[in-house]
C-alpha cells in the first residue's frame, strides 16, 4: 500500500532535507522509518540496524554536505535510510532483488556510497585512506565513518584507529553502539563499552548533552587545557580511544536530534587536526515494536506482515545443510570430549548456535575476527582438541594468511566447515562463496571435500573426525537439500575416492559440489540424443581420485569438469594431472566448467547459476558443441 508523507514525499536528495525545519526532522525520520519497514515487509533484508540509525542518518546528511563530504558506512545492513535520502527512494522496494538496489553500499550505484562494504570493519580505514588523499590534495571535504560496537571489535578496526591517531588527519568516526551485533556481541570491547555506559560517572542526557557541547565550543588542539581534559575523562570515565589519539566523545543518544544535530556540527566546523570519535548510543530495531522485542532484533528477515510482524516461512520440509552439519555435528562432540566448536560472530548461520546449546563450554564465539578464529583452532588442535571452524566461503577469505601460515604449514588438524560455498543469491557477490576451492586446494598438507548433497556432507563430517594429521576442510552450499535419508555417523568414506553416478561409453561428467544434480538432469538429456554419459561425484578436490579420473579418461572421448567455484581449482587440477600423465597426447578432448571470470549480481540462485552458465541446459549444450565440432570426433550412438 502506498504511504502519503509529509515531508519524505518531497525528498529525494539530501539537498531537498536541508530544505526541512530542525523542528521537523524527527516527523520526517518517522515517515523513513515507516517507508523502510515497508519496502522490507515486501523484499526481505537487513530490517534492525537501519531502525537503529534512522536518526543519525537524517543528522548526518543534514549536517555534512553529501556526496562532497563523504559517508562510510560499515558493513553496510543499516543503510536502507541512507539510500532512501540520496535518490534511491522510488526503487527502495527493489533491495536485494535481481537488477535492483544492492543490500549494502555499492559504488556504481549512487556517488552517495564512496566505498562499497558488505564485509565488516572495513570504514575506518578506507576513510583514513580517503582523508589523507582529501590531505594529500587540498582538499577540505570532511570524511566520516560510522562503524557499529560489533565491528569496531574486529583487528582490522583497531589497525586503522591507531594510524589514525598518530596520522594528525581529521576525521571523524560515529561509534554506533547498539549493544547487538548480529549475536551477542562478545570481548573485551564490547565488555569495555558496557563500562562506559554503567560507570559511577554516568550523567544524564541533559547534562551529558551540556558537558560535550561545552566542550565542542572549545577550539580542539592537541594542547588541550587540564579542565577540558578533565571533562572529558568525566563524560567517559576515561577512554582508551583517547590513548589511541582520538577526540573522544560521548556516550549520546543517537536518537535525539536535539543532541545529535549540534554536536554534529560543531564537529564538522572544528579545526581539531586529528580523528574524532563520536560515542553514539542507540537501539537496533528503534521504532517497530516487533523488531525491538525480537532477540535479533530483526536483524535479517524474510518478508513479513507490517501489521503483525509475521514473518513468510519457508515452503519446504528439505533439510538445510547448515542444520545437518550442526546435528551430525553434535552427534559425534557427544562422543568425542575433544570435539570444539568455532564461529567468527556467526554462530547462528553456521548453526553452531546449536552446538552451544548442546556444548556450551566447548563453543567459543570469538567475534568479527575470522583471522584470529583461525589461529586460535590452530592453538586447540596443537593439544590434541579436534577444532571445527565454521566459517562462511566469503569470510573465510579475510584469514588466508592464518589458513597458510598457521595451519597448513604446521599440518595442524583444524576442520573448516565452509557454509554459503557457491553462490547464495540477494547477498550477491560480496557474500557468494567462489574462491575457496582454488584457494584452499592449491595448498599442501589439505584435504578439500565438497558435498554433492546432504548424506554425503554427513559421510565427510565422519570422515573428517579421524583426520588427525592435517587440515580439512568441507564445503556446502546455502539452503536446503534434496531429500536424501541421512546416514549413520559410523558412515565414512575414503579419502580422496570420488564415487561412480552413473556409467556411459562417450562423456564422463566429473562434477564437485552440489551441480551433480544438473548433471544428472543434462545427462538424461544427452540419452535422449542417444549420447551415452558417465556421471562422477568426485567429492574431493584434493586429494583427487587419480585412479578413478585416469580410468575415465582413457575409456571416454570427452571429459567435462563441473564445480561451484573460480578458475584455478577443481578443473584446474584435474586438467593438470591429465597434462601430466599425457592424456591430452592421445585425444581426449576435456573442457572445465567453472564461474566465469565476473562478479556476479545479486539475484535468485537459479538465475545467477544461468549467468554462470552452470545449469543443466549450459552443462548438456556444452557436451553438445564439443561433441559436434568439425574439429572433433562425432558421437556414435551407443
Request: proline share 3%; glycine share 8%.
Amino acid at each position: 500500500m502506498k504511504q502519503e508523507y509529509k515531508f519524505l514525499k518531497n525528498i529525494n536528495f539530501p539537498s531537498d532535507l536541508k530544505k526541512v525545519s530542525e523542528n521537523d526532522l524527527q516527523e520526517l525520520s518517522d515517515e523513513v522509518r515507516k517507508e523502510m519497514i515497508n519496502a522490507v515487509s515486501e523484499t526481505g533484508g537487513h530490517l534492525g540496524a537501519g531502525l537503529g540509525v534512522v536518526e543519525l542518518t537524517v543528522a548526518l546528511h543534514y549536517i555534512f554536505d553529501t556526496p562532497n563530504d563523504k559517508l562510510i558506512w560499515d558493513v553496510g545492513h543499516q543503510t536502507y535510510p541512507h539510500k532512501i535520502l540520496t535518490g534511491r527512494k522510488n526503487k527502495i522496494k527493489t533491495l536485494r532483488q535481481g537488477k535492483g538496489l544492492s543490500g549494502f553500499t555499492k559504488r556504481t550505484e549512487s556517488e552517495y556510497d564512496p566505498f562499497g562494504a558488505a564485509h565488516s570493519s572495513t570504514s575506518i580505514s578506507s576513510a583514513l585512506g580517503i582523508a589523507e588523499a582529501n590531505k594529500l590534495a587540498n582538499k577540505s571535504n570532511n570524511v566520516i565513518a560510522v562503524i557499529g560496537d560489533g565491528a569496531i571489535s574486529a583487528g582490522m578496526a583497531y589497525e586503522a584507529m591507531n594510524n589514525a591517531g598518530a596520522s594528525k588527519t581529521k576525521m571523524i568516526v560515529i561509534l554506533n553502539d547498539n549493544d547487538m551485533s548480529i549475536a551477542k556481541p562478545v570481548g573485551a570491547m564490547r565488555t569495555y563499552l558496557a563500562k562506559l555506559l554503567s560507570g559511577k560517572i554516568y550523567f544524564s542526557l541533559r547534562e551529558t548533552f551540556k558537558l560535550i557541547t561545552s566542550a565542542f565550543s572549545k577550539r580542539f588542539s592537541a594542547k588541550a587545557g587540564k579542565a577540558e581534559d578533565f571533562l572529558r575523562s568525566a563524560v567517559t570515565g576515561g577512554t582508551m580511544f583517547n590513548s589511541l589519539g582520538f577526540y573522544y566523545v560521548g556516550p549520546i543518544d543517537g536518537h535525539d536530534l536535539n543532541v545529535l544535530l549540534p554536536i554534529l556540527k560543531n564537529a564538522k566546523e572544528s579545526k581539531y587536526e586529528g580523528p574524532i570519535m563520536i560515542h553514539v548510543k542507540t537501539q537496533k530495531g528503534k521504532g517497530y515494536s516487533y523488531a525491538e522485542k525480537a532477540i535479533d532484533h530483526y536483524h535479517g528477515v524474510s518478508k513479513f506482515n507490517v501489521t503483525t510482524g509475521e514473518q513468510e516461512k519457508s515452503t519446504t520440509n528439505l533439510p538445510a545443510y547448515t542444520k545437518v552439519f550442526a546435528n551430525t555435528l553434535v552427534k559425534h562432540a557427544q562422543k568425542d570430549s575433544k570435539i570444539v566448536g568455532i564461529t567468527a560472530a556467526m554462530p547462528g548461520g553456521t548453526g553452531m548456535d546449536i552446538f552451544a546449546k548442546e556444548f556450551p563450554k566447548r563453543m567459543f564465539d570469538v567475534g568479527i575476527a575470522e583471522q584470529h578464529a583461525v589461529t586460535f583452532s590452530a592453538g586447540l588442535a596443537t593439544e590434541g582438541f579436534k577444532p571445527y571452524a565454521a566459517i562462511y566461503s566469503t569470510f573465510l577469505q579475510r584469514a588466508y594468511d592464518q589458513v597458510v601460515h598457521d595451519v597448513a604449514i604446521q599440518s595442524l588438524p583444524v576442520r573448516f566447515a565452509i557454509d554459503r560455498a557457491g553462490l547464495v543469491g540477494a547477498d550477491g557477490s560480496t557474500h557468494a562463496g567462489s574462491f575457496d576451492i582454488t584457494y584452499l586446494s592449491t595448498l599442501p598438507n589439505f584435504i578439500v571435500m565438497a558435498a554433492s548433497d546432504e548424506a554425503e556432507l554427513v559421510k565427510m563430517i565422519n570422515t573428517s573426525v579421524d583426520i588427525n594429521d592435517k587440515p580439512s576442510a568441507i564445503r556446502y552450499p546455502r539452503g536446503s537439500g534434496i531429500g536424501l535419508d541421512l546416514p549413520s555417523i559410523d558412515e565414512k568414506i575414503a579419502i580422496g575416492k570420488g564415487r561412480i553416478i552413473q556409467e556411459g561409453k562417450q562423456i564422463c561428467i566429473l562434477s564437485l559440489g552440489t551441480r551433480l544434480e544438473e548433471c544428472k538432469i543434462a545427462a538424461e538429456d544427452l540419452k535422449n540424443k542417444g549420447i551415452s554419459t558417465t556421471i562422477i561425484d568426485a567429492r574431493f578436490a584434493k586429494p583427487l581420485d587419480q585412479e578413478l579420473i585416469l580410468k575415465c579418461a582413457r575409456e571416454h572421448e570427452v571429459m567435462i569438469t563441473i564445480e561451484e567455484g573460480s578458475i584455478g581449482g577443481f578443473g584446474s587440477h584435474v586438467k593438470n594431472l591429465l597434462a601430466e600423465k599425457g592424456i591430452f597426447d592421445r585425444g581426449l578432448k576435456f573442457r572445465s566448467m567453472t564461474l566465469p571470470d565476473i562478479f556476479i549480481e545479486q539475484d535468485s540462485p537459479k538465475k545467477m547459476y544461468d549467468i554462470a552458465g552452470l545449469n543443466a541446459s549450459h552443462i548438456s549444450k556444452k557436451i553438445l558443441n564439443l561433441l559436434f565440432n568439425k574439429d572433433t570426433i562425432k558421437a556414435v550412438k551407443s
